[in-house]
């Protein structure tokens, strides 16, 4: 059945990858589309295809992934269901990590210094969620800490943002708090590929000791799972997998949620099979959004977090009424 | 749109001015004036008496987009707030019509005079506002004779438009901002021998062009505006490889000419039509 | 097979001493009962003797990786966590590596009596169940060592019996098995060797019917019980708590 499932899943990001290649202001023929993207010259088409489609598709894919995969991770490390990078505040902490390399100029000079200030923000969030919620993660204590950070780091990022000499700083405060796609090209890829195969890496290490993990702590470490590692190893991982998606998308949330919340029950509600099928979700979720915000209103830069949180917000209020009933 | 209102109301203030205003003809030109709007700073600078002009905006000795940054450094600067700008006791006070309104308001409040100017959208407005300038500073003379330099400049640029088929220009800035086909940058573009491809696309107002739309538009020059300081993600588009691809020949790079309705506009015709000469 | 040598083991908790230089050398055979009020350290003894607490001292586990450790010893800890709704039989598979066709898998499933709830997800399962499911997983674990936080709270009576049973079975294949508890009844009956913890340290250790006896059941426990001898077992029903009885602090610290 699992392997079914991802299957499935494989289908369903190739075709809406293909759909996103064919969705764009210029409306161009689906077979004209295609043959200028793989036998095309340097007509403005074939360029169109070539360097702003298929960068955005790529993106699209990688950046759904990494959100989906840390999402599930997270929630395995912590045993909520409510963990996710965006709602607990680890991707506005990105953001800040990212905004401070952009505007000390260090990205510019120092290569994946981008990236990397993102990282190491993420890192200092999914630190302090930790030390402040425990890793044990009680629900009430986990989202009362991601709020807290959430503002700091959103508030910081503005300041920052205002402080800048360029008249459009300003103005950038909703790419990071919103996150979009639009008008990214394989510049971007470049820069957030390597530290997002290292977050990918790291988290599929860590489908043993998640699964282990659902018996608890000290059933986990009697069965052979390094307490230590896996928590490093999860850590390190989401962070590089949400700093990296941040740095060049900007803040995307809820992925991280709705995906494994609706593909717990196909999996057997097992945290080893979740990642995989999380990571093919998320890429399905963001390819769907970032191709919806280019159709509901063509030609402007609708931004990807409206319509994560459009979809996003039900399903949390869905977990928390049902963490209510439980509880 | 903007031409004709503007044209329009040329004619009413000139009129109105004679008419209505003929108790502020009695009184003596204001002594102590205060600009707090980028455009009407340079304008003021242009026209001031020596001593009639108090202060200026901080944006005003910016070189990136300022034409007079040079002059503004012999000048006080302000930040455009009504407290600074209460107690320095100005006589008149120079806005535009952006000027945050909460400001305006409140000078008129505390009882002192402030004069709206519009922003130029033609080579017409800026008339007008050099004009109205020359008025509410008491330098009718000084105003009449700027315009007519210009005029004359125009005409001259003009008697030498190039020959042949019209190539298309765009201009393009940060989140893909290109100007609408009636605006002050699409006269310099026409005035410099290009078609606008806002005017092509039918876009009259400032709008936003999305990077594939230009590039599927593919037109001979794209005009980048660039601010030089500092980063923003905003501006990354302008560094996008597929306008490298398209226009890596022909870029040329807005400059503080294009900002504000001054008689420099006509520079920026002239590095257009240079650029071009350069470049082919 | 593997005995458990702990020596000098002690545990530190703040400036509190939660173990006191515990001395223990249990053989493969041999079901032993951990027995002591509520706070006297049983479970902290169990945690430090896996190294699943920082300790002083030494205990023969302590020192392995975790992963070794797993082929060792198996671990059976108090509180009953099932984070995410897994069917009954992926979780009790966990202990073999995810392998559901495991013949410990199998085994223990048998064994627990929750092979006809295999595929149902164990969070939807009643407190007894899920704890049957839970020692069903350490079972499959298949190690010469299994610990146990009282295994049998929470269990119906014919349960709490089988799986005492099933306890002294184990031990009685060669390896090491100990639980703490908390009835004394089922201990006496069922354990080969009562291991008595009272404020942090051993204060009696032996066969039951040396070990029980009224005198330290009204000094550590503070309550008179019935004694008596049935079919060549000990009988021991607690009847009435010493008057001197008082609520101890921190009692929740097992």
């Not at chain 1, 369903?12 to 010259?41: E, M, Q, Y």
């Not at chain 2, 707030?81 to 305006?104: F, N, S």
């Not at chain 2, 996008?240 to 022909?250: D, N, S, Y």
Request: net charge neutral.
């Amino acid at each position: 059945m699992n392997r079914k499932l991802l299957a499935a899943l494989t289908f369903a990001v190739l075709a809406l990858f293909l759909l996103s290649l064919l969705t764009g202001v210029a409306d161009v023929g689906p077979i004209r589309s295609l043959k200028a993207l793989f036998w095309g010259g340097e007509g403005p088409l074939d360029i169109v295809m070539r360097e702003i489609r298929l960068p955005r598709a790529i993106l699209a894919v990688m950046v759904g992934g990494s959100l989906g995969l840390a999402g599930a991770a997270m929630q395995g490390l912590l045993r909520n269901p409510l963990a996710e990078p965006g709602v607990i505040g680890i991707s506005a902490a990105a953001a800040l990590g990212a905004v401070l390399a952009l505007q000390t100029g260090l990205a510019a000079t120092v290569p994946l210094a981008l990236p990397g200030a993102a990282l190491l923000g993420a890192l200092l969030g999914v630190g302090a969620i930790l030390f402040l919620a425990g890793a044990g993660g009680g629900t009430l204590a986990l989202i009362l800490a991601g709020i807290a950070l959430s503002a700091l780091a959103s508030a910081l990022t503005a300041l920052v943002l205002n402080l800048s000499p360029n008249p459009f700083a300003a103005h950038d405060i909703v790419f990071w708090m919103m996150g979009s796609l639009a008008d990214t090209s394989f510049t971007q890829v470049a820069v957030a590929a390597p530290v997002m195969a290292l977050g990918w890496l790291l988290l599929a290490r860590s489908a043993h000791g998640l699964e282990a993990l659902t018996l608890g702590e000290e059933a986990a470490a009697s069965m052979g799972v390094n307490l230590r590692r896996l928590r490093l190893a999860i850590t390190l991982g989401t962070a590089a997998a949400v700093g990296a998606a941040t740095a060049v998308a900007g803040t995307v949330g809820f992925v991280g949620l709705v995906v494994p919340h609706v593909l717990r029950p196909l999996v057997g509600a097992n945290p080893a099979r979740l990642l995989p099928a999380s990571a093919l979700g998320g890429a399905l979720l963001v390819l769907a959004a970032d191709i919806a915000v280019r159709k509901v209103l063509p030609g402007q830069d609708l931004k990807l977090g409206v319509l994560m949180a459009l979809v996003g917000a039900p399903v949390f209020f869905h977990l928390i009424w049902r963490m209510r009933g439980a509880a | 749109m903007w031409a004709s209102v503007r044209s329009s109301s040329l004619a009413f203030m000139l009129a109105a001015g004679l008419a209505a205003s003929v108790p502020a003809w009695a009184e003596p030109a204001p002594a102590r004036v205060v600009s707090i709007n980028l455009c009407t700073d340079q304008l003021a600078m242009l026209l001031a008496a020596p001593g009639q002009l108090r202060s200026v905006t901080m944006l005003a000795r910016d070189p990136s987009v300022s034409v007079l940054a040079e002059l503004a450094q012999g000048y006080k600067v302000n930040h455009g707030k009504a407290e600074e700008i209460y107690l320095d006791r100005p006589d008149l006070v120079l806005a535009g019509r952006y000027t945050a309104q909460t400001t305006v308001n409140m000078l008129r409040d505390l009882g002192i005079r402030v004069e709206i100017f519009e922003p130029a959208q033609s080579f017409a407005d800026l008339r007008a506002d050099i004009l109205q300038m020359g008025q509410v500073l008491g330098r009718d003379r000084a105003a009449a004779e700027i315009v007519a330099a210009f005029d004359t400049r125009l005409a001259q640029l003009q008697a030498k438009q190039p020959e042949g088929p019209r190539p298309v220009a765009a201009t393009w800035s940060a989140r893909g901002y290109m100007s609408g086909s009636q605006s002050l940058a699409a006269e310099i573009i026409s005035t410099a021998g290009y078609d606008h491809l806002a005017e092509r696309l039918g876009r009259k107002g400032g709008s936003f062009l999305p990077l594939e739309a230009l590039v599927l538009a593919d037109p001979d020059l794209v005009i980048e505006g660039h601010s030089r300081a500092g980063h923003a993600r905003s501006e990354e588009v302008l560094a996008h490889p597929a306008l490298h691809v398209l226009t890596g020949r022909k870029a040329a790079v807005q400059t503080p000419d294009w900002v504000c309705g001054l008689p420099a506009v006509l520079d920026a015709v002239e590095g257009l039509r240079t650029g071009q000469e350069g470049a082919q | 097979m593997t005995d458990l040598v702990l020596e000098n083991l002690s545990v530190l908790r703040g400036k509190r001493r939660v173990l006191q230089q515990t001395n223990l050398h249990l053989h493969p055979g041999e079901f032993v009962g951990l027995i002591g009020p509520n706070g006297a350290g049983k479970s902290t003894l169990l945690r430090a003797a896996l190294g699943l607490v920082g300790a002083e001292g030494h205990s023969s586990l302590a020192r392995l990786s975790p992963a070794v450790r797993a082929r060792i010893a198996a671990w059976l800890p108090q509180a009953r966590e099932i984070a995410w709704p897994m069917p009954v039989i992926d979780l009790v598979a966990l202990a073999q590596n995810g392998r559901r066709d495991a013949p410990q898998v199998q085994a223990a499933l048998a064994r627990m009596d929750v092979a006809h709830l295999a595929e149902r997800p164990a969070t939807a399962l009643s407190g007894g169940e899920q704890a049957r499911v839970l020692m069903a997983r350490a079972l499959a674990q298949d190690t010469p060592i299994l610990l146990a936080d009282e295994p049998i709270a929470g269990l119906d009576p014919a349960h709490q019996i089988a799986c005492m049973k099933l306890f002294a079975a184990r031990a009685a294949e060669g390896r090491v098995v100990m639980a703490s508890l908390h009835d004394l009844g089922l201990a006496a009956r069922f354990c080969a060797r009562i291991v008595v913890l009272d404020h942090g340290q051993i204060v009696a250790d032996g066969a039951p019917e040396k070990v029980l006896t009224p005198d330290l059941l009204g000094r550590v426990f503070g309550i008179h019980c019935h004694i008596a001898t049935v079919e060549g077992g000990l009988v021991l029903h607690p009847l009435e708590s010493c008057n001197h009885l008082t609520w101890k602090e921190g009692s929740d610290a097992g």
